[in-house]
C-alpha cells in the first residue's frame, strides 16, 4: 500500500546532540514537508521540498536541517542548535498541483533527557 | 493576528447526531483553500475536505460538507450522522494562493477542536 513511513516513532535526544528522524514515501508526490505539533497546538510548518534537491525554509526552520537527495526520502535533522526540541513531528507528502491536500505520516515524538 | 481561528476547544455530540465545527480565517489574498484534517489518539493527520475560494458551492465528501460563508470568512464543518469512530482533534487550515507553485506547502492550521461522540 502507498504511503508515508516515519521512524522511529519515539526519540529521545541528550543535551547537544544531533537527532535525524526518517521519513519516506512511495507515493510518487514531489512536494514533501515537515511540521512540528506543540501540545494544544496546530501544526507548524519546518521546512518543505517541491523537487528533488530542492528545500525553502518554513515559519520556525532555525535549529533544524534537512536533505532531498531522493525523491522518496526527506530526512529531517533536529540540531544541538534547537533549545527547545520536544514536540510530536509529522512529514507529510503531496502533489505539485494539489496544495494543501497533505497525505501525513504516523509522526515522530521526540523528547529531550 | 490569527489567521485561522477554531474558537471551540472541545465539542460533545451524541452518536447519530449532526455536529458543526466552527472556522474562521483571515486572508487578504483573493485566491486561497481552505481545508479541514482529522487528527485520531494514533497521531496521522487525515484530510478530510477542501474548499477553493472560488468555489461556488459548497464541498463535500460523503458525510462531512463545508458550510463556506466568504462574506463572513468562516469555513465551518458540518459531520452528519456522528459515529464513535469521528471522535478526534479537528484542524481546519488555509492554504494562501493558487493551488500550484509558490509555497504551496505553508498550510496555517488552526489550534484545534477536540470532537468527542458519546454513544
Known amino acids: 500500500d502507498g504511503g508515508i513511513t516515519q521512524s522511529p516513532k519515539y526519540l529521545f535526544r541528550k543535551e547537544g546532540q544531533n537527532v535525524t528522524l526518517s521519513c519516506e514515501q512511495n507515493?510518487?508526490?514531489?512536494?514533501m514537508y515537515w511540521y512540528r505539533q506543540d501540545p494544544g497546538q496546530g501544526l507548524r510548518l519546518i521546512y518543505y521540498?517541491?523537487?528533488?534537491?530542492?528545500?525553502q525554509k518554513g515559519d520556525i526552520a532555525e535549529g533544524y536541517s534537512v536533505s532531498r537527495e531522493k525523491k522518496e526520502s526527506f530526512p529531517l535533522t533536529v540540531t544541538s542548535a534547537q533549545k527547545n526540541p520536544t514536540a510530536f513531528y509529522l512529514c507529510?507528502?503531496?502533489?505539485?498541483?494539489?496544495?494543501?491536500?497533505?497525505?501525513f505520516g504516523s509522526g515522530t515524538q521526540l523528547s529531550v533527557l | 493576528a490569527q489567521k485561522i481561528t477554531q474558537t471551540q476547544p472541545g465539542m460533545f455530540v451524541q452518536e447519530k447526531e449532526a455536529v458543526t465545527l466552527d472556522c474562521t480565517y483571515d486572508?487578504?489574498?483573493?485566491?486561497?483553500?481552505l481545508f479541514w484534517y482529522k487528527q485520531p489518539s494514533s497521531g496521522e493527520m487525515i484530510f478530510l475536505i477542501y474548499?477553493?475560494?472560488?468555489?461556488?458551492q459548497n464541498a463535500t465528501e460523503g458525510r462531512y460538507s463545508l458550510n463556506f460563508q466568504k462574506a463572513r470568512k468562516s469555513a465551518n464543518l458540518v459531520i452528519s450522522a456522528s459515529q464513535l469512530g469521528d471522535s478526534a482533534m479537528y484542524f481546519c487550515?488555509?492554504?494562501?494562493?493558487?493551488?500550484?507553485?509558490?509555497?504551496?506547502?505553508?498550510?496555517?492550521f488552526g489550534k484545534g477542536t477536540k470532537l468527542s461522540v458519546k454513544p
Open positions: 487550515a488555509m492554504r494562501e494562493g493558487p493551488n500550484y507553485g509558490g509555497s504551496q506547502g505553508n498550510l496555517i
Open positions: 521540498s517541491q523537487i528533488v534537491n530542492d528545500f
Open positions: 507515493l510518487n508526490h514531489d512536494a
Open positions: 486572508t487578504s489574498d483573493p485566491s486561497y483553500g
Open positions: 507529510a507528502s503531496s502533489k505539485r498541483d494539489e496544495a494543501g491536500k497533505l497525505f
Open positions: 474548499q477553493g475560494s472560488y468555489d461556488q
